[in-house]
């Protein structure tokens, strides 16, 4: 099941549910909209390596917005700044963004209960096509959760991505053993 529109505003309510900055009418019937955030990045490296830390430069996105190429993986952030305390929080695109060719992630569209920051959007492109910061990009869906969570994700201690901030974060992938 997918939270309502009034659900979400119940769990807003209670606490279990914060977005920063809130906007109603960003709110759908079964989910809401989400920004994108002024900063993006891109990898320094051509060739990136799963076991070493591959380094990324940001630039801002500026006013008259920022053309996206094929072939480059840009990292993007949401405007916004959530927290998910008792739900399993889904990041999609919107379709107006999709009919743009945008894809906002690669494979991570799930957060997980005890999620808390800006969101990473991991985008490519199918043609080149100028965005502008403060753009709808994707929209959050929420999933309630089957039984008792045991270790929130913002309480773990190798939890790699709690507390994102306001600008794009690299692959953690080069902190795990393999």
């Known amino acids: 099941m997918i939270l309502s529109d009034t659900r979400i505003l119940e769990e807003i309510e209670k606490g279990t ?33 799963a076991k070493k830390h591959n380094q990324i430069e940001y630039f801002e996105i500026p006013d008259e917005g920022f053309v996206l190429y094929p072939h480059i993986f840009y990292l993007g952030v949401t405007e ?42 991991e985008i490519s492109v199918k043609q080149p096509v100028k965005v502008y910061k403060g753009m709808p990009i994707g929209q959050l869906i929420y999933f ?14 190798n939890a790699k991505y709690s507390g994102q901030p306001d600008k794009p974060i690299e692959s953690m992938m080069w902190k795990n053993k393999f």
């Not at 927290?83 to 919107?94: I, Q, Y």
């Not at 959760?145 to 994700?153: D, M, Q, R, S």
């Open 144 to 157: 309630p959760v089957e039984g008792p969570i045991e270790v929130a994700y913002n309480q773990k201690k």
């Open 17 to 49: 549910i914060k977005i920063e900055p809130y906007n109603r009418e960003c709110l759908g019937s079964n989910s809401y909209d989400v920004h994108l955030g002024k900063w993006l990045a891109t990898y320094k490296e051509h060739i990136l390596d």
């Open 80 to 121: 916004e700044y959530t927290e998910t305390h008792a739900h399993v929080p889904f990041l999609e695109g919107k379709s107006s963004t999709g009919r743009l060719g945008i894809d906002i992630h690669a494979t991570a569209g799930k957060g997980d209960v005890g999620f808390c920051g800006n969101w990473t959007l």
